[in-house]
């Protein structure tokens, strides 16, 4: 984690340098310093350029060395070229945090790649560390401290955190904020991200005491280190994800199911789960979840039925469906509480949820509404629709229910529909710091933001299982022996049996007698499976057979497939027949960026065509297990379907807590996949199983990026 002194420098300089400060009023180097000199900012700023002069009032030093104390922080905004020679200068004056705003690098081909890596390497030499380059910047409204150069006013001081790679991204928001008094605690550009990531900056904005909520836009695929501070600032905050990218698929290559099922979205939801993160579906759901996370805590009680109130059928029906669509319950009204709404309202009006009061609901109606849905125990948030009404101004139904809502602690949520007639309603609401939406819709997503952030709030304090039992070191003396690739089953056995995942009763044979011989041991019926070189899909090439009654029967069989398969045969495999049950596959594999990931799909072939399947991060927390089951049709099928049996999901939990472990303490283990795992009343069992140790190209590769973070971290450290 970043030094909190380095990132005090960055969010809270005592002096700031600002190199390439212009006196050409349309240059971008003049914004900067306006902002910074203008805009109320307390600490020193000094600029720098090196025609000298002066600026508002400001001599302009020829270079960085020259700057006097305090300066903690420079703000580089010079043509590309020149970069890597100012950050020298900037090392050399002892400065250890530097915002370089400059474009024309990585982001514009292979010559910026180049600068871009001599920037990075002059900023290592010095350990200093860069936020961007291409980047606009940090802004605290709070502070005043600002190092853009968007034109002003600032956004308004508020409680949203916005970390964004990208710049454009940033603006437009501050903008489209503005006149809806939407405000923020601060914004984060990081731009190309060369050194510092927006994860490295997250624990700031967690411990911010005038943020309640951050949203981090991101682009480039997630990373252990990046679930890591999300997690950790998940334990002070919420943190909204906006996660640009979600529609490519993975490029993997298919030798697998698991590896075909691993698409980038796929393992970016696992990530972003572990990471205790709300993950948005589109940018507007993204601000519907930040300010409703702003204005209020997710509630501490239950929040699942809720209350809908309003004066029209249309937008009622509508709350009604965003609800049920994003997991709530209608609140059943009881009896009493119809028989009060019935007490005031006209003989017309609906009284069971949706309530609808008709178009002649007065201020004192909604006001009497809210108060008796608020104070049902049926009830654990209301969603209020109020479309300008026709005989009464919006305004006034506002300030009848604001008292109403800040007198309650469960959630109200309000869907202020309409533009002309609303603005007067919408000020009340904004001075109340209470948000408002235009559509049910986003209201719903709001009482959604709040649910989420209940559960992740658990989430992200939940430590990772482990299994205690496991041998590892029998785990490691099997794989010492074993070369890059598929192992073969005996190695695969042992593995499995050093972190006692439980596999059905079977032996391994090299000859067709050894087979009759091994199936008596075992007991009829059994199954029979080739063991031949090349053959992956054993069912495929008609290598399975299930049931087989009597030793003639295996020895038969044995000694067809040792003539079909000529050189490739290697042996068969006898098995005991398992007891009917669900079929499973579990799955696992090491990702470049995430390192070990299990898998759950629900089973049979048909599971790529389906989608019917579930990552998580290795080792598992009981939160990952629990979406593994429920992200999948697999905690459904559980509960009994068509012919099978209801079976308690026990055996196949402490299957996935095992196989993660075991992938968690290996990092030899680059893929397996147990297909079938077959759950059943009597117990669940790993019928087949694969397992691929990586090959040597694949560890160095992860041995090399070890070492590079090292060597970083070190010279970071200087
Ligand atoms: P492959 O995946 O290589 O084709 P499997 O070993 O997975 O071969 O076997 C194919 C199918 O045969 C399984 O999905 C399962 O339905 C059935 N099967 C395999 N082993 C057993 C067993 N021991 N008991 C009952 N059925 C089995
Ligand atoms: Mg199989």
Redesign the pocket.
């Given at each position: 984690m970043l030094e909190p002194d380095i990132l005090r420098a960055f969010f809270r300089p005592r002096g700031v340098a600002v190199i390439g400060a212009s006196t050409r009023p349309a240059a971008l180097g003049y914004a900067v310093a306006r902002n910074l000199l203008q805009g109320g900012y307390e600490g020193a700023v000094h600029l720098v350029n090196p025609k000298g002069g002066t600026l508002f009032g400001q001599p302009l030093y020829p270079s960085v060395r020259q700057v006097p104390d305090p300066v903690e922080l420079a703000v580089v905004i010079v043509p590309a070229a020149a970069v890597p020679r100012v950050l020298e200068e900037v090392g050399q004056r002892g400065i250890r945090a530097a915002i370089v705003q400059s474009g024309g690098f990585a982001e514009v081909g292979a010559e910026g790649q180049a600068l871009q890596t001599a920037l990075l390497q002059t900023a290592r030499r010095y350990g200093l560390r860069v936020l961007g380059p291409n980047c606009i910047g940090i802004l605290d409204p709070h502070r005043k401290f600002n190092t853009t150069f968007l034109p002003p006013p600032p956004p308004k001081p508020g409680g949203v955190a916005f970390l964004s790679q990208s710049g454009a991204l940033a603006a437009a928001l501050l903008d489209w904020s503005y006149p809806r008094d939407e405000g923020f605690s601060l914004i984060v550009s990081t731009g190309n991200q060369a050194d510092l990531t927006w994860a490295d900056l997250l624990p700031w904005a967690a411990q911010d005491p005038a943020t309640r909520v951050v949203l981090v836009y991101v682009e480039s695929p997630p990373d252990r280190a990046a679930v890591e501070a999300l997690r950790a600032a998940a334990l002070h905050k919420p943190v909204v994800v906006l996660q640009a990218g979600r529609t490519q698929a993975g490029q993997r290559a298919a030798a697998s199911h698991t590896a075909a099922l691993a698409g980038s979205q796929a393992l970016a939801r696992a990530a972003y789960r572990r990471a205790a993160a709300l993950l948005a579906p589109d940018t507007r759901t993204a601000l519907a979840w930040a300010r409703a996370l702003e204005a209020r805590d997710a509630p501490r009680g239950r929040l699942q039925h809720i209350a809908v109130l309003t004066n029209a059928g249309g937008p009622g029906v509508l709350a009604t469906d965003a609800l049920a669509e994003r997991g709530f319950h209608l609140a059943q009204l009881s009896d009493e509480v119809q028989r009060d709404l019935r007490a005031f309202l006209p003989p017309a009006a609906s009284v069971a949820n949706p309530v609808d009061m008709l178009a002649s609901a007065s201020p004192e109606d909604y006001a009497r509404g809210l108060e008796t849905l608020l104070a049902a125990a049926e009830v654990d948030g209301v969603l209020l629709i109020l479309p300008p009404p026709p005989g009464h101004s919006a305004g006034a139904v506002a300030r009848a229910i604001i008292p109403v809502m800040q007198a309650h602690p469960k959630p109200v949520v309000v869907a202020l529909m309409g533009g002309r007639l609303t603005p007067e309603a919408e000020a009340h609401f904004r001075a109340a710091g209470l948000p408002v939406f235009p559509f049910p819709e986003e209201a719903a997503a709001a009482l959604d933001a709040w649910a989420r952030a209940q559960t992740r709030r658990e989430a992200a304090g939940q430590a990772p299982l482990r299994v205690t039992d496991a041998d590892r070191a029998a785990a490691e003396r099997a794989l010492r022996a074993a070369r890059p690739g598929w192992l073969p089953p005996t190695t695969v056995a042992a593995l499995l049996d050093a972190y006692r995942i439980p596999r059905?009763a079977?032996a391994y044979a090299a000859t067709p007698e050894e087979a009759a011989a091994a199936a008596q041991r075992i007991g009829f019926p059994?199954?029979l499976?080739v063991h031949a070189a090349g053959?992956?899909?054993?069912?495929?090439v008609g290598?399975?057979r299930?049931?087989l009654r009597t030793p003639e029967a295996v020895r038969e069989t044995a000694q067809a497939w040792q003539a079909r398969f000529g050189a490739a045969w290697r042996g068969v495999?006898v098995?005991?027949?398992?007891?009917q049950g669900h079929?499973v596959i579990v799955g696992g594999l090491r990702d470049p960026r995430l390192g070990p990931v299990v898998m759950l799909g629900a089973?049979?072939v048909e599971v790529e065509l389906l989608d019917d399947a579930a990552f998580a991060l290795a080792p598992l927390t009981p939160a990952d297990l629990d979406a593994l089951l429920h992200e999948t049709s697999v905690a459904r099928r559980l509960r009994g379907y068509r012919h099978l049996p209801a079976v308690p999901d026990q055996g196949l939990r402490e299957v996935l807590v095992r196989v993660a472990t075991l992938l968690a303490d290996h990092p030899q283990l680059a893929e397996l996949d147990l297909?079938?795992v077959?759950v059943t009343p009597q117990g669940t069992?790993v019928?087949?199983a694969?397992v691929r140790v990586g090959g040597a190209g694949e560890r160095d590769k992860a041995a090399d990026e070890k070492e590079q973070s090292a060597v970083s971290r070190e010279q970071g450290a200087r």
């Open positions: 059905v079977e059994v199954v499976k053959v992956v899909h054993k069912s495929d290598g399975v299930v049931g495999v098995q005991a027949l398992a007891p079929e089973g049979g297909n079938p077959r069992w019928l087949d694969r």
